[in-house]
């Protein structure tokens, strides 16, 4: 958007504004062009037809409204979308019985985090009745909470590494002789030592000696698979309800090429960060910077483990997707996730 734009944002009042706001609103419920009779009937309108038809002509000329065919009503163009929700007089809240859900969604989640966040994304599709998409953090960089030996058999244990993003890695361990309880334990207590704070990334390939066989033996074990696991990837995206989206377009080529997005997971990555790295909550038609999701919207958020983002989650529809809803949901979920992922409440 240019500055001139941001300038007819900024200076959009009075009963022009009113109007816009009127003509967003009902086109997002009806998918139909509205018409000037229409928007005179909607709440705070108190001005006649004629009035409002006027009012609909400037904003068409300035950009903030489009007729799509003779004698039709007219709907939002992005500028128009643009206003709408840069204008949004308080912050979205979630009805009761949707804030209810979010919160039993939490109290019982449970698991490994790659379960929770391909749920979290259907979560966001059921709340919006869209395409929720969930990308989950990265390894480069994150931190080891804690490491954990724990017996399975005399002979066998169970490497537990709780990343600060909330990642479980569990390697199991032949140990290939029997070692009591007490050397698992000193094991244990020895490897947090050395590993807890450290990045995943940058395992020692070595620690100090305890002095004690079994220590030290199942000590380098740990370290050795811990070495030999590969522990780069890209960031996993969870993408729940893709057919949401897919049914608001009556073109089959725009589905199509929504839907071949979304399967893209390196695109889908890169554009949800790019939207937050610009400093946007909503990006609408064009603003995706993606020409497959012209005709689209996404609403994102940040996640945080100990106050650092980890991973981002998204709403994707159309561009007359209901926004207020969109950003409560995305704003609930995502603070709702990362206390999930902090602490665990």
């Known amino acids: 958007m240019s500055d001139s734009e941001f300038d007819d944002v900024a200076t959009l009042g009075g009963r022009k504004a009113s109007i816009l706001r009127a003509v967003v609103k009902t ?13 005179a009937r909607a709440p705070g309108i108190e001005v006649s037809p004629a009035t409002v038809r006027n009012e609909m002509v ?24 643009r206003y709408f929700v840069d204008a949004l007089e308080a912050e979205p809240s979630l009805g009761s019985g949707q804030a209810q859900v979010v919160r039993e969604f939490f109290d019982t989640a449970h698991g490994e985090i790659e379960g929770m966040l391909e749920s979290t994304s259907r979560l966001l599709a ?53 070692v009591s309880d007490t050397r698992v334990g000193a094991a244990t207590a020895h490897l947090a030592a050395h590993l807890t704070g450290v990045a ?33 990837r ?17 073109a089959i080529d725009t589905v199509q090429r ?17 939207v937050l790295d610009r400093g946007l909550h909503v990006a609408i038609g064009s603003e995706t910077g993606l020409e497959p999701l012209a005709e689209c919207s996404l609403v994102v958020a940040p996640y945080r483990v100990e106050g650092e983002p980890v991973g981002s989650i998204g709403v994707l529809g159309p561009t007359r997707m209901n ?23």
């Open 234 to 250: 890209s960031d996993p995206v969870f993408v729940g309800g893709a057919s949401h989206v897919a049914a608001a377009f009556d």
């Open 126 to 178: 059921d709340l919006t009745e869209w395409t929720g998409v969930v990308v989950g953090p990265g390894n480069d960089d994150v931190v080891i909470r804690s490491a954990q030996v724990v017996s399975l058999a005399q002979s066998t244990s169970l490497l537990v590494v709780v990343l600060a993003d909330g990642r479980v890695e569990k390697h199991t361990l032949d140990l290939g002789r029997d």
């Open 200 to 232: 995943r990334d940058r395992v020692p390939a070595d620690v100090v000696s305890t002095g004690d066989a079994d220590t030290d033996h199942i000590t380098r074990l740990a370290l050795d698979e811990l070495q030999a696991t590969p522990h780069h």
């Open 27 to 39: 086109y997002i419920e009806t998918a139909e062009p509205v018409g000037s009779g229409r928007v």
């Open 323 to 345: 926004y207020p809803q969109a950003l409560a949901a995305v704003a609930v979920v995502s603070n709702r996730l990362s206390r999930r992922l902090g602490d665990g409440t």
């Open 58 to 81: 400037k904003l068409e000329e300035d950009g903030y409204l489009e007729q799509p065919h003779t004698s039709a009503g007219r709907i939002p163009t992005e500028k128009g979308y």
């Open 258 to 274: 929504v839907l071949a997005t979304l399967e893209e997971q390196f695109v889908v990555v890169t554009l949800l960060r790019d």
